[in-house]
């Protein structure tokens, strides 16, 4: 037997994504990211780095947000998964995050959109009303090569005052 | 008729993509559909002695694995197509599919495995036993000029494979006189592109209607279109290029690759849909970068600063093959003048082969480069003076008087090189003002005497846009009444479909999320040249105006001969031609449309060819020139090396605005990758030529702790095009490394530090400071 031949082993996970309950049948080394994307077609999750530092396949998981790109689809059996694809309201109204960013024109090319998304997401949920300085720190381990990032923060800080009024 | 123009005007383009729902390349599904993976060479130069495919194709779920043999059987050739332009590359150089028995480079591809995912495809990548002879390499570019330099290909006789000179004037004796002069070495480096998404091809080939359908995140889908079609010899009508949505380019998805060559031939062979996408260590790897320049210059200039002469060499690092003509080479040449006079001036680049990955422009295109140098030069005459740097500045830029200019220099084309608008002065005095630049000396004085560091620098640029042939826009009201655009440039996150929604909106009365844009489907309109050069606002923009109003006109001609009014009592509002003076006497645009698809057997209206469509070309005649003044104030850590940028600004000109959200937006994505050239992005390679940078924890992208905020002040002047459009997509790019390595220079005033490189990182700032 060759060193790279693969003894691949097969489990069914059980998890809840995006508020659905979902079963798969996964390859152990199969990544979250890869297990959404192709597994469950929620393309929307990307995937810019498979090493863990560009920050574009972040996703929730039980409201944390982690890089699904290290993450194995067998380590979050029974947990609760929240894409990109789980932000808008069911009768299709954007959040108010997704909303900003369309305002502020926080995406060009919208490929570490997703990933930007999720990360404000939990920071948003943690920090109500956070300062410039305090963005910046929350999505530094977010790379986008378009906008700059200002335009980022200026649509995390207006949906941050708009979350605020909502509540 | 009101004009949208110039409005702020939100994305259309964002709503797929805040939702998830936009197609990436990588999203795309296709049922029966295999995936690829690439085996790679670890080494720069080797030779292959054998290839041992048997324990890959053992593993299950492979289905076959293409090497050379298989190309060259099936096509007869190994070369890829190549555009030579003027430059005419040795035959060594010229890039090829699959390489027979001699890699060059980290990174080229040997074999593609075809697999029923992608997991088992790199099993079966790493199952592959290649036994390799190593050969020596190349890898300073400066190295391979040397008399007893190895060669980077075993069939080359030299290394320094071509040589542009840009020459006018007679600078020699302007260094024999009683002129100032120093001389400077600068050296330079430029990474890799890094889009956030990397490359990616689908090909799907149907055997029973000898069609070839290929999805590719690239720049250029009408240039990919053309070469398989050469390639396979299939007429353009059965081969269809299809962009999906791209996530960035930046000059990377602008080359056409052997891997999407090889994907597409592995379809047509095994007659099933097939799938390759790139992944970050490939995008290192594989996909072009910009990288290392060895600049000398000297200068002559008089006791007020007055330049006379520039002359100099440059060598750049070109990589193991070249795979278009030598563009960078030839920008870095043509461009150090800038916006500046230069009275006399000889520029040598010498473009030297290294046994690395292929270097093709990366936003900005060898303007950067060229930019710094001039800039540099600016910076080292004002402290020989001991005149302001900004003055200096205004002292040789080319006033608004003499613009028109011409530089004695012939363009690419062949044409003369005339800067066709601009204010450089007014941009700069402007930039001066706004950024309080008189005033910054005395808040540089208390804070050292608090013992900070800060600096300012400023800077001017001045880069070629909307690059022709051509560009088309075809614009169509369809028997639905709905606006559809179709267009050869390639949407990658510039706004595209908006402006051109936009330009569109303002001439049939409609809102611009009314009108669809179909971005590089080679199938619905047949030629077309793609993403690059900061082009598409100018070549297309100009293209979808010129269509739509032809289309309008059409709508208006036919809507007068069925509503028995003269054209001029009509006007197009709400999806429907009106009288101006009753607006119950209308015409939706669908029973326009209709009408001009005609019924059997009567004929159309006079004066009205069939279909209420147009298809436009635009071709430039002449260039558009835009230019930009950036300020940057930094603050440096003397002990860490840390620089901080706390402001930013810039004076940009890029004519007529079509949509200043947008301009906006990629003038401050261009500063960010200039910030990026300035202080951290290194590709770096071994001194055998071993990539010693593959992953983003070496490779430092700027973050959102690295990038300021980019105040934005506009100052245009209108380019000679229909709208008066210039492009954007570089301009931020090109002065921003000059801007800041000036700020951090003059920060360290104090240590007389003198800044000869770019990037510059913490640690070498701390040994500068040193020394």
Not at chain 2, 18 to 30: H, V
Not at chain 2, 99 to 125: L, T
Not at chain 2, 411 to 440: N, T, W
Not at chain 2, 654 to 665: A, T
Request: contains cysteine.
């Amino acid at each position: 037997m060759t060193d790279t031949e693969q003894i691949s082993t097969i489990s069914r996970v059980s998890l809840e994504v995006n508020g659905v309950s979902r079963e798969v049948e996964v390859e152990h080394r199969l990544t979250l990211a890869d297990c959404l994307r192709h597994k469950l077609n929620l393309t929307g999750t990307h995937i810019g780095c498979e090493h863990g530092a560009c920050g574009s396949c972040t996703v929730l998981v039980d409201k944390r947000a982690r890089r699904s790109c290290l993450t194995l689809a067998v380590q979050v059996e029974g947990a609760s998964i929240l894409t990109v694809e789980g932000l808008a309201e069911p009768n299709g109204d954007l959040h108010p995050l997704q909303t900003a960013f369309h305002n502020n024109h926080g995406l060009q090319c919208g490929f570490c959109t997703p990933g930007l998304l999720m990360t404000l997401m939990e920071f948003l949920s943690e920090n109500q009303d956070p300062t410039e300085d305090e963005v910046r720190e929350a999505i530094s381990g977010n790379l986008c090569r378009c906008t700059g990032y200002q335009s980022i923060v200026g649509s995390a800080i207006q949906a941050a005052s708009i979350l605020r009024q909502s509540r | 008729m009101d004009t949208l123009i110039g409005e702020n005007r939100n994305r259309l383009e964002d709503f797929t993509l805040l939702r998830g729902q936009a197609i990436f390349l990588d999203d795309i599904k296709i049922p029966l559909m295999k995936e690829c993976a690439f085996l790679r060479s670890p080494h720069p130069h080797a030779l292959i002695k054998s290839i041992d495919l048997a324990p890959a194709l053992k593993i299950p779920g492979v289905e076959t694995i293409f090497l050379y043999d298989d190309i060259v059987s099936f096509f007869g050739t190994n070369q890829m197509p190549f555009d030579q332009g003027d430059f005419v590359a040795p035959k060594w150089s010229y890039p090829i599919i699959l390489p027979q028995y001699e890699v060059c480079f980290v990174g080229e591809a040997i074999a593609m495995v075809v697999a029923e995912n992608r997991y088992i495809a790199e099993d079966a990548v790493n199952a592959i036993r290649v036994d390799y002879e190593p050969l020596p390499a190349v890898s300073d570019c400066r190295d391979g000029l040397r008399n007893d330099s190895c060669f980077v290909h075993q069939s080359s006789n030299r290394n320094e494979i071509g040589s542009i000179i840009a020459t006018y004037g007679d600078c020699d004796p302007c260094f024999n006189s009683e002129l100032f002069s120093f001389s400077l070495s600068l050296k330079q480096h430029r990474g890799g592109a890094h889009p956030m998404e990397g490359r990616g091809v689908i090909a799907s080939y149907d055997p029973k209607n000898k069609f070839m359908c290929v999805w590719s995140s690239t720049q250029k889908p009408h240039k990919l279109r053309n070469v398989l079609s050469e390639l396979f010899q299939m007429e353009e009508e059965y081969v269809r290029v299809i962009l999906p949505e791209v996530g960035g380019g930046f000059g990377a998805k602008a080359a056409i690759y052997p891997e999407e060559l090889i994907v597409a031939f592995a379809s047509r062979k095994l007659g099933c849909p097939l799938k390759w996408t790139e992944d970050r260590r490939e995008h290192f790897l594989s996909a072009i970068q910009e990288r290392d320049q060895y600049w000398s210059v000297e200068v002559a200039f008089d006791s007020n600063g007055i330049l006379a002469a520039i002359r100099g060499t440059a060598i750049h690092d070109q990589g193991a093959y070249t795979l278009a003509e030598f563009n960078i080479p030839y920008n870095c040449a043509y461009a150090v003048p800038g916006p500046y006079i230069v009275p006399n001036y000889h520029m040598e680049v010498k473009v030297v082969e290294t046994n690395k990955v292929a270097t093709v422009p990366v936003r900005g295109a060898g303007f950067p480069e060229a930019n710094f140098v001039m800039e540099r030069i600016m910076d080292h005459i004002a402290n020989d003076l001991g005149i302001d740097r900004a003055e200096i500045r205004r002292r040789n830029l080319i006033p608004v008087d003499r613009i028109p200019y011409e530089v004695p220099l012939k363009a690419r084309d062949g044409k003369p090189m005339i800067y066709d608008s601009g204010d450089f002065i007014g941009c700069l005095d402007h930039a001066l003002k706004v950024s309080s630049y008189q005033e910054f000396s005395s808040q540089q004085q208390a804070a050292l005497a608090e013992g900070r560091y800060i600096g300012i620098g400023v800077s001017n640029m001045l880069k070629v846009t909307g690059r022709g042939p051509f560009e088309g826009g075809m614009v169509k009201i369809s028997r639905t009444g709905t606006v559809t655009i179709a267009t050869g440039a390639a949407a990658m996150g510039q706004g595209t479909k908006t402006f051109l929604a936009t330009i569109c909106a303002t001439e049939l009365g409609l809102c611009p999320s009314q009108i669809k844009v179909i971005t590089g489907d080679t199938s619905l309109i047949m030629h077309g040249v793609g993403g690059f050069a900061s082009r598409q606002a100018v070549t297309a923009g100009n293209a979808v105006h010129l269509a739509s109003r032809q289309v309008r006109q059409k709508a208006l001609l036919v809507s007068s001969h069925i509503l028995e009014r003269p054209a001029d009592d009509l006007y197009l509002a709400d999806g429907k031609v009106q009288d101006k003076k009753d607006s119950t006497i209308n015409l939706p645009f669908s029973e326009i449309s209709k009408a001009c698809s005609g019924a059997k057997g009567y004929p159309l209206p006079d004066g009205v060819a069939p279909g209420l469509e147009k298809t436009v070309y635009f071709e430039p005649k002449n260039l558009a020139y835009a230019n930009a003044s950036h300020v940057a104030e930094v603050e440096v850590d003397t002990d860490t090396g840390y620089v901080s940028i706390n402001k930013y600004l810039v004076i940009n000109d890029s004519g007529r605005i079509i949509n200043p959200v947008i301009v906006n937006g990629q003038i401050r994505g261009g500063v960010a990758h200039g910030i990026g050239n300035a202080l951290l992005e290194w590709m770096g390679y071994d001194g055998d030529a071993q990539p010693v940078v593959t992953t983003f924890a070496e490779y430092l992208l700027p973050t959102s702790n690295d990038v300021p905020n980019i105040e934005i002040y506009h100052f245009p002047t209108l380019a000679k095009n229909p709208i008066g459009v210039k492009g954007v997509g570089e301009v931020g790019t090109i002065c921003a490394a000059a801007t800041v390595i000036s700020a951090v220079e003059n920060a360290l005033r104090p240590f007389n530090v003198q800044i000869s490189e770019a990037p510059i990182s913490p640690e070498r700032l701390v040994e500068l400071i040193h020394q």
